[in-house]
């Protein structure tokens, strides 16, 4: 009988999501046979035997010697190849980059940071290169190669890519992902950081067991990634999460975004900076990390500029909470090093203000990825991409 376009089309749907479900079994599973692929998968044995021939040959998954007989013969077990390819994630913060090379299981294989103060976008440009063109190097030899970058930066982010508005950054309309891709030949994805991160987290780190989380990201400035019913919610154009902005203060300090008595103006890592700037002996030039080190060794002034701070985590958690209802709360980024003196003043003004039934079941924790949540989420993304679009053009 002949088939009609329509027909023609559906099978390929059909198929293709055959086949990224087989993959993603397999990937998730490993070892694991091809019976059991089929049973976890509901696919007949023929179509689960073919598809596997298939990944075979593109060389994304690979066989191991026989696993363990239920009565029969032993089967042949099927690994998922995690070093198919390789990923690179990169961070832009507004006083560093972290750039990290995963496999394509997200385990890092390389990273390099560097740190910076008061850049422009040429300037910050040359030095996201440097490292993209390090991680590319560093890639062991592989069937893929570099299959896609993917950049976090600290601002709006359209749904096509283009930074619209990195106030901390003072970026404007930047077309970074065109201009990454023209130079690397390689498909990137531009994403908010926060969202970035807070897909990290779900994906890799201390939010991989819940559905409804959210990421506070930490840094010079304050973003919010939100896991709503286990999937990242970006909103109507992609720019949910602007949280950092929520005002807090009425008539309150002016904000690089135009508004006033912005959260991140109080909670983040340029609060701390230019209160630890008015103490008598502060140091020269204040950091976070010589702040952390004059807060170890007891500094009684440093300590509570850092409660200072985390009372203030608190006010806009608070708001947050009560929208949104979590059941976790992930503070990440550079801040979350400080957790030892943020934490108890943060759950202090939680408990004394949001909602008592808010407070039911709700984890307050502190990243499990330290600073690489974003450069990992990224990197996550990529991946993700690269296997869509290759199983579309394998499966004809």
Same mark, same amino acid.
């Given at each position: 009988?002949?088939?009609?376009?329509?027909?023609?089309?559906?099978?390929?749907?059909?198929?293709?999501?055959?086949?990224?479900?087989?993959?993603?079994?397999?990937?998730?599973?490993?070892?694991?046979?091809?019976? !059991?692929?089929?049973?976890?998968?509901?696919?007949?044995?023929?179509?689960?035997?073919?598809?596997?021939?298939?990944?075979?040959?593109?060389? +994304?998954?690979?066989?191991?010697? =026989?696993?363990?007989?239920?009565?029969?013969?032993?089967?042949?077990?099927?690994?998922?190849?995690?070093?198919?390819?390789?990923?690179?994630?990169?961070?832009?913060?507004?006083?560093?980059?972290?750039?990290?090379?995963?496999?394509?299981?997200?385990?890092?294989?390389?990273?390099?940071?560097?740190?910076?103060?008061d850049l422009t976008y040429e300037e910050i440009k040359v030095k996201l290169f440097d490292i993209i063109d390090y991680l590319t190097n560093a890639a062991p030899p592989s069937p893929y190669g570099?299959?896609?970058?993917?950049?976090?930066?600290?601002?709006?982010?359209?749904?096509?890519?283009?930074?619209?508005?990195?106030?901390?950054?003072?970026?404007?309309?930047?077309?970074?992902?065109?201009?990454? !891709?023209?130079?690397?030949?390689? =498909? @990137?994805?531009?994403?908010?950081?926060?969202?970035?991160?807070?897909?990290?987290?779900?994906?890799?780190?201390?939010?991989?067991?819940?559905?409804?989380?959210?990421?506070?990201?930490?840094?010079?400035?304050?973003?919010?990634?939100?896991?709503?019913?286990?999937?990242?919610?970006?909103?109507?154009?992609?720019?949910?999460?602007?949280?950092?902005?929520?005002?807090?203060? @009425?008539?309150?300090?002016?904000?690089?975004?135009?508004?006033?008595?912005?959260?991140?103006?109080?909670?983040? !890592?340029?609060?701390?900076?230019?209160?630890?700037?008015?103490?008598?002996?502060?140091?020269d030039q204040p950091t976070l990390e010589n702040l952390s080190k004059l807060a170890d060794d007891g500094d009684e002034q440093v300590i509570r500029l850092f409660e200072q701070v985390g009372d203030?985590?608190?006010?806009?958690?608070?708001?947050?909470?009560?929208?949104?209802?979590?059941?976790?709360?992930?503070?990440?980024?550079?801040?979350?090093?400080?957790?030892?003196?943020?934490?108890? =003043? +943060?759950?202090?003004?939680?408990?004394?203000?949001?909602?008592?039934?808010?407070?039911?079941?709700?984890?307050?924790?502190?990243?499990?990825?330290?600073?690489?949540?974003?450069?990992?989420?990224?990197?996550?993304?990529?991946? !993700?991409?690269?296997?869509? @679009?290759?199983?579309?053009?394998?499966?004809?």
């Open positions: 009988m002949k088939l009609t376009m329509n027909q023609t089309w559906n099978q390929h749907v059909v198929k293709k999501g055959n086949k990224s479900l087989v993959l993603e079994t397999i990937k998730d599973h490993s070892p694991i046979s091809r019976a !059991e692929t089929a049973n976890r998968t509901g696919l007949n044995k023929g179509t689960v035997s073919s598809l596997v021939s298939e990944l075979l040959e593109e060389q +994304l998954i690979s066989e191991s010697g =026989p696993g363990v007989s239920s009565g029969g013969r032993r089967p042949v077990m099927l690994l998922f190849n995690q070093l198919a390819g390789y990923s690179i994630g990169i961070d832009i913060g507004v006083n560093y980059l972290l750039g990290v090379l995963t496999d394509l299981q997200g385990n890092i294989c390389d990273e390099k940071r560097e740190s910076y103060t570099i299959v896609g970058i993917g950049v976090g930066v600290p601002g709006t982010v359209s749904n096509t890519g283009e930074i619209l508005l990195a106030p901390n950054l003072e970026w404007k309309n930047i077309h970074l992902q065109a201009v990454l !891709e023209r130079k690397y030949q390689v =498909p @990137v994805v531009i994403e908010n950081e926060a969202n970035a991160g807070a897909y990290g987290e779900k994906r890799f780190g201390a939010g991989k067991d819940l559905e409804d989380i959210i990421y506070v990201s930490a840094g010079i400035g304050i973003g919010v990634g939100l896991i709503l019913n286990g999937s990242l919610y970006k909103g109507n154009n992609g720019f949910s999460g602007e949280l950092g902005h929520m005002t807090i203060e @009425v008539d309150g300090k002016k904000c690089r975004c135009g508004n006033k008595g912005c959260w991140e103006l109080y909670a983040a !890592e340029q609060a701390l900076l230019s209160n630890a700037a008015k103490l008598p002996d502060a140091p203030y985590l608190g006010v806009g958690l608070n708001n947050i909470i009560n929208i949104f209802n979590p059941q976790q709360v992930i503070i990440g980024n550079r801040m979350a090093s400080a957790k030892k003196w943020l934490r108890d =003043p +943060l759950i202090s003004r939680m408990v004394n203000q949001t909602l008592w039934f808010q407070q039911k079941d709700l984890q307050i924790q502190f990243s499990e990825l330290s600073t690489h949540s974003t450069a990992l989420g990224v990197a996550a993304f990529s991946v !993700e991409n690269f296997f869509k @679009v290759d199983l579309q053009n394998q499966v004809v």
